[in-house]
């Protein structure tokens, strides 16, 4: 199925920013899917679920919440003064929403979805 009437075509970007230990400490959404119609594109739902889930587990489960931006057609998310302990059980919720994701890119397609991995640097 073609969509190309569609406005927004250029898909999401979804950037994770990673540690040299592989952990994620930053992400962020942005732009739309353009798989279908607002209201009936199962990608941009799929996405906008798993993260914002991901940063609601976040501000549940960890002492310190993350420094969140929402805007319409971006979100991000960067864990900032988190401890040891508590960046390891970050990732549970991070690699899961990661891993969703993913295969959501992998059963529509680069499109739709393209995913950027960057090296996070602390300051």
């Not at 009437?5 to 592989?22: C, S």
């Not at 401890?83 to 690699?95: D, N, S, T, V």
């Not at 990661?98 to 499109?111: H, N, R, V």
Request: proline share 2%.
């Amino acid at each position: 199925m073609k969509h190309s009437n569609l406005k927004n075509r250029a898909g999401i970007r979804f950037t994770v920013w990673v540690d040299d230990q592989g952990r994620i400490r930053e992400f962020g959404l942005s732009g739309h899917a353009g798989f279908a119609e607002e209201g009936q594109d199962i990608v941009c739902a799929g996405v906008s679920a798993l993260s914002i889930a991901a940063v609601n587990g976040l501000e549940y489960f960890l002492s310190v919440a993350p420094k969140v931006q929402e805007a319409e057609g971006l979100l991000t998310c960067q864990l900032v003064g988190i401890i040891e302990q508590e960046l390891e059980k970050a990732q549970w919720i991070l690699q899961t929403m990661k891993l969703g994701i993913e295969q959501i890119q992998t059963t529509y397609g680069q499109d739709y979805i393209f995913i950027d991995r960057r090296r996070w640097i602390p300051c």
